[in-house]
Structure formats: structure tokens, C-alpha cells
């Protein structure tokens, strides 16, 4: 299935990419800007093993760090721990495809927000938190809307659901 | 050996991994170039697609916004009303400006500023994908004679300077950006200092003076100074909105509002040669020297 391959990753990622910095900044005013590889990399990790969802997210961000041209790993180490840890809680909770992507993003970005903020303090950006986090509510809903609907479109499915399409049924009838 | 690295394989490897990212991360903090070099041939292969999603975004955001505009005419028309008001007042102050300024200077000077500048217009195709760097990318670049380092202006005032380019595209580097730095100085008082972004989200900029009693007044106009390294002298910057005392009362900063809507940028002019010792025309901001 096309949605558990590294490639399609990449093309998602670009598209990502393009939209956030071509159309969105149309859309949103400079430093509202959305990020669009955060409910990407979170979607992907729902239906992924931790590694394979460090991956997503390593790949994504390090995607948009190339991108950026600026502090490269900044994004990567965020979205690569982002998408470990997003695939290690999907092992322990109920997942469903709207409810718990958008909340699942809207907790990944109250926690990227401040991480970032903390590695560009380090590296000679020292961005006062007050401002930082202005944009964070316009973010906040942004990812918890886009993401399940990103879900939606693309058609995200459990790997054992796409290896064995009829295996519940079988189950059931079987019982 | 070989059982003691199998064993402890996963702590080497964060350790490896977080050597690795911290080095890439303090050597790409210190050499930007050519990250931005990378960077700049990335956006050059995506830019056809940028600027037909950049076009698409313009068609369906201006339907939208035409739709919009009904229900919001009759607001829109007391702000303009407003707006215009304030523009008028402002233009007034502009001129009387302009007169004070060429009375100064004399009529001399400004026959020198309406010199022929060189300018090439390219159009904003798309933005950084970081929110934390300002920098756009534009759809000319070395084939059309632009360098780094060259100053990128809007009639409006100065909006930044060329930092990488590619034959069809050139990233560049807005005043708002937090490593941008600008040489400027008050057209009143003429205190020089240093104009940089002051955060990610504002549209404002630091004005950072040199002097101890710089003599700063709130809605005094910025421009570039003569000791700026990329920037033609006398590019309109914008206006000081407040003036605060740091570092103990040792040293005097100013907020300036930039003359550039930021929001708005879509065509843009680099200047690709001015005649050296002149002030831009007066339409694009200049003429304070």
C-alpha cells in the first residue's frame, strides 16, 4: 500500500511544502504562517511503528530544514521525536479517524512550539517567549482541523487492515 | 568488543545521532551561506510549481475575497473613509518633510537623487517554510544580472537584500528577519544605528543607537545610512513608533513601524546599480540625503 512507502512520504512532504510556502502565506499574515509537515508527520505516525514514524517525521523535517536553508536539524529532530512519539502513544489508545488525529496535533503543537523555541535560544535566536506563542492558538487550531481532514483525504488505513482487508470478517464468521 | 558495542548499540546511537544533529546544527548557526545556497537550488527545481500555486492562490483568494467584500462593504467603506483621512494627514507631513529636507539640502542634491537608478522587478513566488526566518524567494536570479548582497526595494520603502540566487530565482533576506541587519539612521537627528528584526510574528523592527543621547523622537522617519554595507543611502525604512532606554539607561532603542506592508508583497525591485554617493528618487522613499 502506497501509504506505508518512503517515496510517498516525500511527495507528500513536497506538496506540503509548496502549499506552506506558496499558498498559505497568501492566506495567513508573516510569523502566522501554519506548518503543514507537523499534521503530516502526525498522521503518518498514527498508522506507523515508532520507528518507522521517527522516520516520517525525520524525513519531513529535514525536508523542510533543506527548504529553509537556515538551522538544519531544527525541524528534523522535532518532527523525528514527534513521530516516534506519536506512533508509541497510538500503540496505547483507541484510535478513530477524526477525534484523535486532531487531538493527538493539537498536543504535538503545544509541545513543538516550546522545544523549538528552546533549541533556537541555543543556537543564537533568541526569540522572547511572549511573542513566540502568539501564534501558537491560530496554529493549535489549524493543525487540530487540518490534520484528521488530511487523514480523511488521503485514506489512512492500519496496516493490518490493508495486509488483511478481510481478516474481521473472517473472524466473525468464524466465531 | 564486539558483544559489549551489540549490547550497548542503542545508547551509542543517541549518542552518535545527538553529536551529529548538535554539529549540523552549530555549523549550519555559523555558516549560513551555504545552507541557503542548498536551500536556494531546492526552490529552484519546486519553482515552476510555486509560482503556478502562487498564481492559483492570487485567482481564488481575490474570488474569495470579492465575495467577501459584499457582506463587509459598508465597513470597509467607513475604515477606508479613516484611512484615507490618516493618509492625507500623513502625505501632508511627508511633503512638509520632503520641502524641510530639500530646503537643507538644496535643490542640487535632489536634481542628484532623480538620477536614473538600474531596477529589476520580479515577483514574490513563495516564502520561507519556517516561520521563524523571514526570507521570500523571487523569480529572477543571475540571468537577469542579480547578485547577493543587492538591495531589494518596493516603492514604499526598502524590504530587504539578495542573499543566495540561482539563474531563475534569488532568496532573499527581509529587514524583518532577526539576522538582518541594517545600517540606518533618524532623518531629524541623524543618530545612526543598526535596524534588525525584533521577532518572528511582529512587523516590527529594533533600531538600535549608537549614541548615548541619540535624540530619537516618536514619528521621526528611518532610512538607510551611508555606512550601510548592502544598502543604497536614503531608503526609506520606516517610522519610530517608541523609544525605550535598555542596558541600565546606558543605551537608547527605538520601535519603527516599516514603511512595507509585509503581508503584501508580490512585486518587488532589486537594484542592480545606483550611482554611487545618491539617494534613490523620491518616489521610492528616498531623497533624505
Redesign the interface.
Known amino acids: 500500500m502506497w501509504q506505508f512507502r518512503i517515496i510517498s512520504w516525500l511527495i507528500l512532504d ?1 506538496l506540503a ?7 498559505l ?3 495567513f ?5 501554519p ?1 503543514l ?1 507537523l499534521p503530516l508527520t502526525v498522521i503518518i505516525a498514527l498508522y506507523e511503528t515508532p520507528r518507522r514514524g521517527l522516520l516520517a517525521g525525520l524525513v519531513g523535517g529535514l525536508m ?1 530544514d ?12 522535532t518532527y523525528a521525536l514527534l513521530g516516534y512519539a506519536v506512533a508509541h502513544l497510538e500503540s496505547k489508545i483507541v484510535r478513530d479517524n477524526v477525534f484523535v488525529p486532531g487531538l493527538v496535533a493539537g498536543l504535538a503543537q503545544l509541545l513543538v512550539t516550546p522545544f ?1 523555541w528552546v ?2 535560544r ?4 533568541p ?2 517567549w511572549s ?2 506563542v ?2 501558537l492558538p491560530v496554529w493549535l487550531l489549524f493543525s487540530m482541523l487540518v490534520t484528521p481532514a488530511i487523514g480523511g483525504l488521503l485514506r489512512f488505513k492500519p496496516r493490518h487492515e490493508v495486509e488483511n482487508p478481510y481478516g474481521r470478517t473472517r473472524m466473525t464468521t468464524w466465531r | 568488543m564486539g558483544g559489549f558495542l551489540y549490547r550497548w548499540r542503542r545508547p551509542i546511537i543517541v549518542v552518535l545521532v545527538v553529536m551529529v544533529v548538535s554539529l549540523s546544527l552549530s555549523v549550519t548557526a555559523r555558516v549560513r551561506g551555504k545552507a541557503v545556497a542548498l536551500s536556494n537550488v531546492l526552490t529552484t527545481v519546486v519553482s515552476p510549481a510555486s509560482s503556478t500555486l502562487q498564481y492559483l492562490g492570487q485567482k481564488v483568494g481575490a474570488g474569495v475575497a470579492t465575495v467577501g467584500q459584499l457582506f463587509s462593504l459598508e465597513q470597509q467603506n467607513r475604515e477606508l473613509k479613516q484611512q484615507l483621512l490618516l493618509y492625507n494627514s500623513m502625505k501632508l507631513e511627508l511633503t512638509e518633510l520632503i520641502q524641510e529636507n530639500s530646503q537643507l539640502r538644496g535643490l542640487l542634491a535632489l536634481k542628484e537623487d532623480a538620477k536614473p537608478w538600474k531596477l529589476v522587478a520580479a515577483s514574490v513566488i513563495s516564502r520561507n517554510p519556517d516561520s521563524w526566518f523571514q526570507t521570500v524567494v523571487i523569480n529572477r536570479g543571475s540571468s537577469s544580472g542579480i547578485k547577493p548582497g543587492m538591495a531589494v526595494i518596493v516603492p514604499q520603502g526598502v524590504v530587504g537584500r539578495v542573499i543566495a540566487t540561482t539563474p531563475i530565482s534569488a532568496t532573499v533576506m527581509l529587514i524583518l528577519d532577526p539576522s538582518s541587519g541594517v545600517g540606518a539612521e533618524d532623518v531629524r537627528s541623524q543618530s545612526a544605528g543598526i535596524v534588525m528584526g525584533t521577532n518572528p510574528i511582529s512587523d516590527q523592527l529594533t533600531f538600535q543607537l549608537f549614541s548615548h543621547h541619540p535624540n530619537v523622537l516618536p514619528g521621526d522617519a528611518v532610512v538607510t545610512s551611508s555606512y550601510s554595507e548592502y544598502y543604497p543611502a536614503g531608503l526609506l525604512i520606516g517610522q519610530v513608533t517608541r523609544v525605550t532606554r535598555t542596558g541600565y539607561g546606558l543605551t537608547e532603542t527605538a520601535t519603527v513601524t516599516p514603511s512595507v506592508n509585509f503581508n503584501q508583497l508580490e512585486t518587488v525591485m532589486v537594484v542592480l546599480s545606483h550611482p554611487s554617493g545618491t539617494s534613490i528618487p523620491p518616489i521610492y522613499g528616498g531623497g533624505a540625503h
Open positions: 513536497l511544502l509548496l502549499i506552506q510556502t506558496a499558498l502565506p497568501q492566506i499574515p508573516v510569523g502566522y504562517v506548518d509537515i523542510q533543506v527548504w529553509a536553508g537556515r538551522l538544519w536539524g531544527l525541524n528534523a529532530v523549538q533549541i533556537l541555543i543556537f543564537g535566536f526569540f522572547s511573542s513566540f502568539a501564534p
